[in-house]
């Protein structure tokens, strides 16, 4: 009994065939059957007397067909994966031809019984019954093997499209992911000796940053778990720079069970500690904060900067930015966007990205 409640529980196995109940795909299926009938209706009659008789008629018929299939095969769906490609392909289709040929019998069989089908029975009675069957699963064979072909091989460009994107954003990840650790592992070493305590709480927010940054990737992750991320590395490099390091966290006004992009707000806190504070005998305050304005998300992160940092800026300024933007390409595909100003003695960036993703999801 436990196996078989385990059992029950799998999900589902990723299958190449779309959800057909989707109001999308059902729009997709009632117009892809309407230019099916209207290219039969064409090659029958051309733009003859009758044609829009006869395009009602075909669409009526072909309509039936369609959707009756639609909704065998979005039924069926789960089972149609568990089979695998071929099994369920073949399956599929065997479905489709199924469809085809009962919705075709009752037609002809409710035409041949007297039954008025209005402008259907007209061209039914006037065939062989072999020969309209035959032809109806002909047709259905051809469109049906087309249709779930172009399905499998739009189905495996995708995943290609989602795996070469997610293998990129892992590289980009894993080249900002060490810039912070050499810098914590010599405030480590440097606290060894002069304060154990210190230098054990360090090496616990060392692991705890290395196991956010290391576990599964995430696209989005809560506001509230980006913010710890970041105090995290905080508290690290505070210990370096003492006093002279100060965060103002301004994000009292976007809830904490807000979708961010995941390690993101990390990396521009060191940017900014690392291009600003670091630089800057004195230290200085790094402004984070938050907000939302109608249907985007913004959050900022403004530094203080040396003066003349534009002329003797660190290079690997550029190329964090870059990696945080072409990691935000991926994700949102064009929809966010991280803006970078450069003021007299303060730098600040500012990332948006949209709303409607920004909901914890369910």
């Known amino acids: 009994m436990p196996e078989s409640a385990a059992a029950a529980e799998e999900p589902t196995p990723p ?9 999308r795909m059902v729009l997709g299926i009632v117009l892809t059957t309407e230019l099916i009938a209207l290219l039969l209706t064409t090659a029958r009659l051309g733009l003859a007397g009758g044609f829009w008789d006869d395009l009602a008629r075909t669409s009526l018929f072909l309509l039936w067909i369609a ?32 469809v085809t040929g009962l919705v075709s019998e009752l037609a002809w069989w409710a035409v041949a019984y007297g039954f008025d089908l209005g402008y259907l029975g007209e061209p039914l009675s006037g065939h062989g019954h072999a020969a309209f069957l035959l032809g109806n699963l002909a047709i259905s064979l051809i469109v049906g093997g087309i249709l779930l072909r172009y399905s499998y091989v739009t189905d495996q460009w995708r995943q290609n499209v989602e795996g070469e994107a997610r293998a990129r954003i892992d590289a980009l990840q894993a080249r ?5 650790l050499y810098n914590s592992m010599n405030t480590i070493a440097a606290l060894t000796r002069s304060n154990p305590i210190e230098a054990e709480r360090a090496v616990e927010d060392l692991a705890d940053l290395f196991r956010a940054s290391l576990s599964e990737v995430r696209d989005e992750v809560r ?13 690290i490099e505070q210990l370096r720079l003492g006093a002279r390091l100060r965060v103002d966290w301004q994000l009292d006004s976007l809830p904490g069970d807000t979708l961010v992009p995941g390690m993101f707000l990390q990396p521009l806190l060191e940017n900014a500690i690392y291009h600003g504070i670091e630089r800057l005998p004195g230290g200085g305050t790094v402004v984070i904060s938050a907000r939302r304005d109608g249907a985007t998300v913004e959050i900022g992160v ?3 900067l040396p003066d003349g940092a534009a002329a003797s800026g660190r290079g690997g300024n550029r190329i ?3 990696n945080l933007r072409e990691r935000l390409a991926l994700l949102y595909a064009g929809s966010a966007e991280l803006d970078t100003q450069e003021f007299p003695g303060r730098f600040v960036a500012r990332l948006r990205f949209p709303a409607e993703r920004a909901a914890l999801r369910s």
């Open 15 to 23: 299958f190449y065939l779309p959800d057909l109940c989707a109001p």
């Open 67 to 98: 959707l009756g299939a639609a909704g065998t095969l979005c039924a069926l769906r789960p089972r149609l994966a568990r089979l695998g490609v071929e099994r369920g392909s073949a399956v599929a289709l065997v479905l489709l031809l199924t």
């Open 176 to 180: 900002i992911r060490p810039h912070f």
């Open 223 to 235: 506001l509230s778990d980006e913010v710890e991320i970041a105090r995290t590395y905080q508290r």
């Open 302 to 304: 403004d530094n203080p």
């Open 320 to 322: 964090a930015l870059a």
